[in-house]
């Protein structure tokens, strides 16, 4: 594969330190969700960034998928809920995309996020490795 681009990001103190990405645009506070027993506070966590990220490639290769077919999605968008739990001796993740899809009916939105699954990169990185299931909101 040929690179085009690099992200690069650190992380300091783990899941109640700071991410900041090599170019200063990221500069995140890090706190642990009440849910995982943490203070939680007005830090962010690397499941809201990754669902962040998601979400944005996702809804992006919805729309490469939808030009291709000639379909006009207008004002669509994908919220992508990631969910972290124990599994086995360590945690695991899984993910819920949900698709708004204005301008087509809910079989071909269903359709096109099922194409995009296929060419999503975060969608190749997780396949196999992470449980995500796609809907289409009403």
């Known amino acids: 594969?040929?690179?085009?681009?690099t992200a690069t990001a650190t992380a300091h103190?783990?899941?109640e330190g700071r991410v900041e990405s090599s170019d200063g645009k990221i500069r995140e506070k890090l706190t642990v969700p009440e849910g995982m027993g943490g203070?939680?506070?007005?830090g962010t966590n690397p499941e809201q960034?990754?669902?962040a990220g998601y979400a944005a490639c996702f809804?992006?290769?919805l729309r490469l998928i939808a030009r291709k077919e000639k379909k006009d999605v207008g004002d669509a968008s994908v919220t992508a809920n990631v969910g972290i739990g124990?599994?086995?001796q360590s945690y695991g993740?899984?993910?819920e995309l949900v698709g708004s899809v204005p301008g087509v009916s809910k079989d071909e939105a269903r359709e096109?996020?099922?194409k995009a699954h296929e060419v999503c990169p975060y969608s190749k990185a997780t396949r196999g490795n992470v449980e995500v299931t796609l809907s289409v909101a009403d």
Do not use: H, I, K, T
Request: charged fraction near 20%; glycine fraction near 22%.
């Open 1 to 5: 594969m040929e690179v085009l681009y």
């Open 13 to 15: 103190g783990g899941r």
């Open 39 to 42: 203070p939680g506070g007005d």
């Open 49 to 51: 960034l990754f669902a």
């Open 59 to 61: 809804e992006g290769a």
């Open 86 to 88: 124990p599994e086995g």
């Open 93 to 95: 993740l899984v993910v």
């Open 112 to 114: 096109l996020m099922e």
